[in-house]
């Protein structure tokens, strides 16, 4: 079964929702960055996504999520990975993001933990990290 990762259409934002929603994922702001939503489709039906936000030099990796049914294929590795290469196509310098429950998934991938007044303003401005995540969540980068 080949699940290719293209980018997502307007016509994807009820599925990216849902997805989210299900996976008790933030959806607030995401939908001003969907032309940097990727997306994995199985059937015409989106199996996971996972976004970059940038905020130049830095960008703000967020919503990496995969249904339930199909966990453990590998899939959110691959969004992660396509994410981080649109960062560097993009030049930039670091990517941060925001978990309370995946922080043991990225580190992987060379994300590291860091203190919350070590972020960027830039990224301290987004809608995830000003609003919606809470003070709790792990913060992490990764230098590109």
């Known amino acids: 079964m080949v699940m290719e990762i293209t980018h997502a259409q307007p016509r994807d934002w009820a599925n990216i929702e849902t997805l989210l929603v299900d996976n008790h994922l933030p959806v607030e702001g ?15 039906a989106i199996i996971a996504c996972a976004a ?7 960008a703000l990796l967020r919503s ?7 966990q453990g294929l590998g899939l ?14 993009h030049q930039i310098a670091k990517v941060f993001l925001l978990t309370q429950t995946a922080g043991d998934f990225f580190p992987r991938f060379g994300f590291t933990k860091i203190d919350r007044d070590r972020v960027p303003q830039e990224i301290k401005n ?19």
Request: glycine letters at 2%.
């Open 30 to 44: 995401l939908h001003e960055h969907l032309d940097t939503t990727l997306v994995i489709r199985h059937d015409d």
């Open 52 to 58: 970059l936000e940038f905020y130049e030099p830095y």
């Open 64 to 70: 990496v999520s995969v249904d339930s049914s199909h």
């Open 76 to 89: 959110g590795h691959k969004l992660t990975n396509a994410c981080l290469e649109m960062a560097a196509q």
């Open 126 to 144: 987004s809608v995830e990290f000003a609003s919606v995540c809470p003070v709790s969540s792990l913060v992490m980068v990764k230098e590109i």
